[in-house]
């Protein structure tokens, strides 16, 4: 096995297949074939084996249990052929996204963007605890519109930033919360999903979630920096000496208002979806700036250099995100999960933590492979706020919340699985067993909010 996966063979069956995937999903997005989408879901599965071959022994386990569980699922509930379709597509355009994020970043290479962030850290924040709390919030607000298309960005811009205040893990749990907690205030899925199930406005649910998804992002930056501390993180003399140019700030902010209203031009004034529309803006954007910049030999070196390297590594972070989203196709059909829900909503005697164990069963669930925008839908279904006593707002946030920190500590969502595709990090390193003490004192914290807004009435 060994020796295939170090062939050349297996190198440029990774780039091709890969490659065409990309191509034809995109060409997909406009002509809407059959054939296409048949080709797309044959070449996923090509693209599975690729992963499963590259994955080290635990994963490889884990991915084979989950894969055969979701088969089984389908299988036991008579799935048609369009079922099976569906689930094996799951994730298909976050997986087009895993292979267009690199290129997206390219941009934020051409000049020395990190070098000047760095010195701004290095004059003004000594502390990695700060460092961190920057980080999420930064994560959160660029990924406030540009979804999780806002991790490979915050990535290329601090990620070696990290390394030097060693918190490197840290700052990787602190940017998958700041951008999953965006679900639980911005329009985009989460609204989607709860506006109509609550019958809410987005203002109504902006006032409220806002606050509480900045005030847990907060959270859990601090709780990560004392980890980290303990871990070896380190302080840092403020070295006033050093001169910040502040027009590549200008420009990095440019940067990112550009590309934020793009994207948010595309998500409002086009019907493709959002992380397709990332996905077709990558290249053609990351080859326009480097015209404009004059830094056509930093783009084709950085596009070399990910043809050589970096695109070998994809096909493990597209099979853990693929086959999360199959088996999850198959576990959100099983009833007692929905009777389960009722049943806990029943129970007046747990009404103060009924909010932690709802919230704690969407991070669990998730962190076994049950997709959490699927588990989100289902508790949307399910969580009715006349039978936990609460009104509509509150309801709301169990569930919005639940989904947020879920997508942050699960080794199957793309937040997660696009961080560890930009960090070349072991997803298991910093997700599920790793990520329990943030994720414990958030959803405390959580409750309690929740609680509050139940006897204000809000």
């Not at 267009?100 to 941009?107: D, R, V």
């Not at 649910?205 to 993180?233: Q, S, Y």
């Not at 704690?360 to 279904?381: D, N």
Request: charged residues 10%.
């Amino acid at each position: 096995m060994k020796s295939f996966i170090q062939s050349d063979a297996f190198k440029n069956l990774t780039r091709y297949v890969t490659t065409l995937y990309a191509i034809l999903f995109l060409v997909n997005v406009f002509v809407k074939s059959n054939v296409l989408t048949w080709a797309t879901a044959i070449l996923l599965l090509v693209i599975y084996f690729l992963g499963f071959c590259i994955m080290n022994k635990t994963n490889r386990l884990v991915i084979g249990i989950l894969a055969v569980l979701g088969a089984a699922l389908l299988v036991f509930y008579k799935v048609d052929t369009a079922g099976w379709l569906a689930a094996i597509r799951k994730n298909a355009s976050t997986i087009a996204l895993i292979y267009f994020a690199s290129i997206l970043s390219m941009p934020f290479f051409y000049k020395p963007y990190q070098a000047e962030l760095k010195n701004v850290c290095e004059k003004y924040i000594p502390s990695p605890t700060i460092f961190l709390i920057l980080s999420g919030i930064v994560a959160f607000f660029l990924g406030f519109y540009m979804s999780m298309a806002a991790i490979p960005v915050i990535y290329a811009l601090l990620g070696d930033i990290s390394k030097e205040y060693k918190c490197h893990r840290a700052f990787l749990m602190t940017i998958c919360a700041g951008n999953a907690l965006i679900i639980a205030a911005a329009p985009s899925t989460g609204a989607g999903v709860a506006l109509p199930a609550y019958g809410l406005s987005y203002t109504e649910m902006f006032r409220v979630g806002f606050p509480l998804a900045i005030l847990l992002t907060v959270i859990a930056a601090v709780v990560n920096a004392t980890t980290a501390k303990k871990e070896g993180a380190i302080n840092r003399e403020k070295n006033t000496s050093i001169q910040v140019k502040w027009s590549n700030i200008g420009m990095l902010v440019f940067i990112f208002l550009l590309l934020t209203g793009l994207i948010l031009c595309i998500d409002n004034f086009t019907s493709i979806n959002v992380l397709a529309g990332v996905s077709l803006l990558a290249l053609p954007f990351a080859l326009i700036f480097a015209l404009v910049q004059g830094k056509m030999d930093v783009f084709k070196k950085r596009l070399s250099g990910y043809w050589d390297k970096g695109m070998l590594k994809n096909p493990n972070t597209m099979t853990i995100l693929g086959i999360g989203g199959f088996v999850g196709e198959g576990l959100k059909r099983v009833g007692a999960i929905n009777a389960f829900f009722q049943f806990l909503a029943s129970q007046s005697s747990i009404a103060l933590i009924l909010p932690l164990l709802i919230m704690l069963i969407a991070v669990l669930t998730s962190i076994i492979g049950v997709h959490p925008a699927a588990m989100g839908a289902t508790l949307a279904a399910i969580v009715k706020p006349e039978l936990l006593g609460v009104t509509p707002v509150c309801a709301a946030m169990i569930v919005l919340l639940g989904w947020s920190i879920s997508l942050a500590a699960s080794p199957f969502s793309a937040v997660t699985n696009l961080t560890s595709a930009q960090s070349s990090e072991n997803i298991w390193s910093f997700t599920a067993g790793k990520s329990v003490k943030w994720v414990a004192v958030c959803l405390v914290v959580a409750t309690v909010l929740i609680d509050i807004l139940v006897v204000l009435g809000i």
